[in-house]
């Protein structure tokens, strides 16, 4: 359906600036509604994050006695946060660490391992190539928590469970990803290009790094993207694979703390570290978006789902 | 952004080669070296599939197949596994309910994200970006931290919501039981997940061509009237793989039953599928009965979504 070809883009993108333009004048009851749809999109979707920001701000008490969308009698971010990173002995730093490291990891590897696929399997032939862009989209289709027990089985069998490995390995397998870039590949790189440079004797592997890949950097940084949140805000996996609470990422490690708090009413483990904890887990993601929004946005347009 | 690819490729592209390069290379292998270029650049790719799709997915299969007792070790039961899950109380209870809470979160999910999406086509403003920054926000939300927050929101001791009754006298409301624990939930999905089928809609909405809504605004007609008539059927395959890989998402929810478990005594350990096969295999170590009840959801899963991608790319090629 949508057929973002790189050829019609320019074309299209002028038609759309005219087609943005005149809608823009105010009181079109058209306008109007879509202002209206947005304001109260903006307080649904904001809310718990004003929240959070907010909670963090507070000490546990101000936390069980102020209002929940208002901020407390003292400003305790600074006390919340060396809280934070010095209960347990520092885990909660360790726990960052690990989220950074399996997250970077399992992006850095799936992003790597799609790249090549998709270019492979949208400008070569080889036997088997067929079946296996047909068995592309039934793979998608796997629920990823189905693959988790078996998985965790498999490498107990090979004693890698509880260790790193057993978070980052299954997180590089990634068919949509791959799917992504050999749409992405098929519309926007030339057959002829890539003949030149061969004419030229440019080694394959050449040609993939110094052509290919500055061309479709678009759907790469999407790619990496959606696997870095995927690994980061993967809570299943870990949960079965990782047992030691020194390997734990932050989702998994924040929700222990969080039972430990429920068990004990807020007594030893206090809330105000899980919402500091949740507030401090969210900011990287939050960056990584904001500035890479340019690329993920017209990535996710070109393979957007045919 | 690939507009900025064209002016480099037209620069870098030279007039077409005048010889091929299968020429211009003396020698049997051209088409074979090509093969096996091909190959080599999607095998990493393959070696992962193997490892971490097929051989997992094999193994569940043949320990769905077996059963385990201490006397005999594992022992083939063929498809006994799956008669004792599809009777299975629980599992049933669990699946029913999370296909109905499917069938009313998954549309009032995507029609908020279809009419979030024809809103941000109709209007380019800083206000309408800042809305689709914001909406989007909650995708980069950890799944398991959003459902912490609404939980904390929820609850009576932190949240402004509970409280909301005494408006009209009633107590303070309970989000954790009862009919409103469903709804809970489907909230907690719905803000994590609209913002991003807003983005996937939204981006097909951009790709349509302006010609063909401009027939109608010439004959007058409002611009909801496109909206619905014309963009909405348009982008009709957008919104129905949206539909499936949502549905995915829903059969295997596991993170927000899970978290707000924790405040909410009524969600125990087979209120989910996921959550059924989970406590099985690490709670009473009845692996093999969890790997057919993983399997079990996995398959109906694949197969009911790939049945319908496969019948609406037919009929969609057809039209």
Known sequence: ?306 | MSVNVLPGRQAATPTPPAVSPRQSRPGLSFQARQSVSGALFVLPFLVIVVLFLALPLGYALWLSLHSESLALGNKFTGLAQYGHVFKDPEFRAGLWRVIRFGAVQIPIMLGLALVAALALDAINTRFSRVFRLIAFMPYAVPVVIGALMWGFLYSKTFGPFAGVSHVWGGGPLNFFGGHLLLISLGNVVTWAWTGYNMIVLYSALQGLPREMYEAAVVDGASPIQIAWHVKVPAIRQAISLAAIFTVIGTMQFFNEPAILARFAPDIDAGYTPNLYAYSQAFRFGAFNYSAATSFALGLTVFVLSYAYVFVTRRRAARA
């Open chain 1, 1 to 306: 359906m949508s057929t973002t070809t790189a050829a019609d883009t320019p074309a299209r993108h002028a038609v759309r600036r005219d087609a943005t333009r005149s809608p823009r004048r105010a009181g079109e009851p058209g306008t109007r509604l879509a202002h209206v749809i947005m304001g109260v999109g903006m307080l649904y979707f904001a809310v718990p994050l004003i929240w959070i920001v907010i909670a963090a701000t507070k000490s546990q008490p101000d936390l069980l006695s102020s209002p929940a969308l208002w901020f407390g009698h003292g400003f305790d971010l600074p006390a919340n946060l060396r809280q934070l990173f010095r209960e347990d002995d520092g885990v909660y730093g360790r726990w960052l660490v690990n989220t950074a490291v399996y997250s970077g990891v399992s992006a850095l590897g799936a992003t790597t391992l799609c790249a090549l696929a998709g270019y492979g399997l949208a400008r070569f032939t080889f036997p088997g190539k067929r079946f296996l862009e047909s068995a592309l989209l039934g793979m998608i289709m796997v629920p990823g928590t189905a693959l988790v027990l078996p998985t965790y089985l498999l490498l107990s069998h090979i004693h890698l469970v509880n260790t790193m490995w057993a978070v980052i390995l299954p997180s590089l397998l990634s068919p949509f990803c791959t799917y992504l870039v050999r749409v992405y590949v098929s519309e926007s790189v030339p057959v002829e290009l890539l003949e030149a440079a061969r004419m030229d004797r440019a080694g394959e592997l050449r040609i993939f790094v110094q052509v290919v890949l500055p061309m479709i950097k678009p759907v790469i940084v999407t790619v990496f993207l959606f696997t870095l949140v995927a690994t980061w805000n993967n809570y299943f996996l870990p949960l079965v694979m990782l047992s030691e609470s020194k390997l734990y990422p932050l989702t998994v490690g924040l929700t222990t703390w969080f039972n430990t708090a429920q068990q004990e009413g807020g007594t030893r483990m206090l809330f105000n570290l899980i919402t500091t904890g949740a507030l401090v887990a969210i900011v990287p993601l939050i960056i990584a978006f904001l500035m890479l929004q340019r690329f993920w946005r017209s990535g996710l347009s070109s393979g957007s789902l045919k």
